[in-house]
């Protein structure tokens, strides 16, 4: 066989490329690569056969890449239709030498996408810049950009919002909101809850978790908000209050560990009957004393 090729491949293995077209004793093989950037290359020729023998020493050879001089870049170009706030965008009349060679890559002023023929869905009002750059075989680029004028659809709705059944492990307690739903096809929703505490605290999570910091009753509101502007809210009432069966933890201190006069004390096997959250103090017994909030002291 023969250990003569072209290079043209940016794999650093020729095998499977010629292996799947073998050739006879003494023919040449060659192989073509996508498009490759200019610059020097040092290319290693080695023939193998069918058995997985190889030449002792690749062949070494020297190529310089040179870019198409006379290429241009691409022109882009697109067309567009919205119905309400769901768009739809045409790059194919872009044009270029080699056409189908492009990529598109779209900013859509609110997201971005890629391909010829994409499509938008927008979640607010507003005035949106849609830019479209396309790339050829050449890495050469044309940008182009349009606006899109999106406003709120006709027969909007607001979000239905929903505080789901809320679960407390003492005063900490998780309001699940995921249920919350809208009707139009689209929107993004925002939260935003508040616990009738004072100070009043709030959260923008959708299942917020909260620690009350006293017993009592409280309203728990959530306001839900599409892109558009439109909100309604939900409320539920809770008490918050210790139960009559609750215990005190019970604390274990684990055997410390001591370099010369520095201990390490450990307070593994430390539970609650309740699974109630836990909060530590510890107390050296020294002069002037020290304390610790930690875990592990």
Same mark, same amino acid.
């Given at each position: 066989?023969?250990?003569?090729? &072209?290079?043209?491949?940016?794999s ?12 006879? +004793?003494?023919?040449?093989f060659s192989?073509t ?15 193998i ?10 062949? /070494? ?5 040179? @870019?198409?001089?006379s290429?241009?870049p ?11 706030n769901? %768009?739809?965008? #045409?790059?194919?009349s ?6 189908p $060679? ?18 938008? &869905? ?10 479209? &750059?396309?790339?050829? /075989? ?6 182009t950009?349009?606006t899109?004028?999106?406003? /709120? ?5 607001p979000?239905?919002p ?5 679960? %407390?492990?003492?005063?900490t ?14 929107d ?17 999570s959708?299942? +917020?978790?909260? $620690?009350?910091?006293?017993? @009592? ?11 558009w @502007? ?11 209050? /210790?139960?009559?069966?609750n215990?005190?933890? $019970? +604390? ?5 560990t001591?370099?010369?006069r520095t %201990? ?7 539970? #609650? ?5 836990? &909060?530590?103090?510890?107390?050296? @017994? ?6 610790? $909030?930690?875990a592990?002291?």
């Open positions: 066989m023969s250990s003569s090729g &072209t290079f043209t491949s940016t650093a293995s020729w095998r499977d490329a010629f292996l799947n077209s073998p050739g006879s +004793p003494g023919s040449n192989y690569s996508p498009v490759i950037p200019s610059g020097s290359y040092t290319i290693l020729v080695r023939g056969d069918q058995h997985g023998f190889t030449t002792a020493v690749p062949s /070494e050879r020297h190529v310089s890449v040179t @870019g198409n001089t290429n241009l691409p022109v882009a170009n697109f067309t567009f239709s919205c119905t309400q769901v %768009c739809s965008f #045409d790059g194919r872009s044009t270029d030498e080699a056409t $060679t492009l990529t598109y890559s779209w900013n859509f002023g609110q997201g971005s996408g890629s391909g010829p023929v994409p499509s938008k &869905t927008y979640t607010s009002a507003g005035s949106f810049v849609v830019t479209l &750059t396309v790339r050829d /075989e050449n890495n050469l680029t044309g940008v950009s349009k899109v004028n999106i406003a /709120e659809p006709a027969g909007n709705l979000p239905t929903v505080i789901g059944t809320h679960t %407390c492990i003492a005063r307690c998780t309001f699940p909101g995921s249920g919350t739903t809208d009707p139009n096809t689209g993004t929703i925002s939260y935003l809850w508040s616990f009738g505490d004072t100070p009043v605290t709030t959260s923008n959708t299942s +917020p978790s909260k $620690t009350f910091t006293a017993d @009592g009753t409280y309203t728990v509101t959530l306001i839900a908000t599409d892109g @502007g439109k909100s309604a809210s939900a409320t539920r009432t809770i008490t918050i209050t /210790e139960p009559v069966s215990t005190a933890p $019970t +604390p274990v201190i684990g055997t410390p001591c370099v010369a %201990c390490t004390f450990f307070s593994a096997g430390t539970a #609650d009957a309740q699974g109630d959250a836990m &909060t530590y103090l510890w107390n050296f @017994g020294d002069t002037p004393a020290t304390t610790s $909030t930690s592990t002291a």
